[in-house]
């Protein structure tokens, strides 16, 4: 993960060992970057992956407090990620908060459904992505 300086946290005067650390994984490379953005405004670590296997070495050498991830996704889909990640590493199976354009695919309905997964459909307003990580790592707490 990138130390601190590279990740252009709003307020220098944190503890880096008091933030959070969020992976964002999309495929698509301006809302990515957007979120990324924006959670550093909100005083989270972030990293960025822009599909499911380069998510998946991210997560074999970084702990993550949360993951937002896009399901729809080459090389390897947001749902297959989420079944190899919460198998490496149990701790992030209730840690994702999914967001995809295609929440009314029956079979991606059914995922999200078979593992009560928390999700927003696209486009979403960002601050209820904000407040739903909030409440995620609040309950971790």
Not at 38 to 46: A, P, Q
Not at 54 to 81: N, Q, T
Not at 114 to 121: D, G, W
Request: with cysteine.
């Amino acid at each position: 993960m990138a130390d601190e300086t590279q990740n252009g946290l709003a307020d220098d005067s944190i503890h880096p060992q008091a933030l959070k650390a969020v992976l964002v994984v999309d495929d698509d490379k301006q809302l990515a970057s957007a979120l990324q953005w924006i959670m550093r405004d909100e005083n989270y670590l972030v990293d960025v992956a822009f599909d499911g296997e380069e998510a998946m070495l991210k997560v074999k050498v970084h702990e993550y407090d949360a993951v937002i991830c896009d399901l729809m996704m080459p090389r390897l889909r947001g749902d297959e990620f989420y079944l190899k990640a919460k198998e490496l590493r149990p701790n992030l199976e209730k840690r994702f908060i999914f967001i995809t354009g295609f929440a009314s695919d029956s079979g991606m309905k059914d995922f999200l459904s078979e593992h009560h997964l928390n999700h927003l459909a696209k486009p979403f307003p960002i601050q209820e992505l904000i407040n739903r990580v909030k409440e995620l790592l609040a309950e971790k707490s």
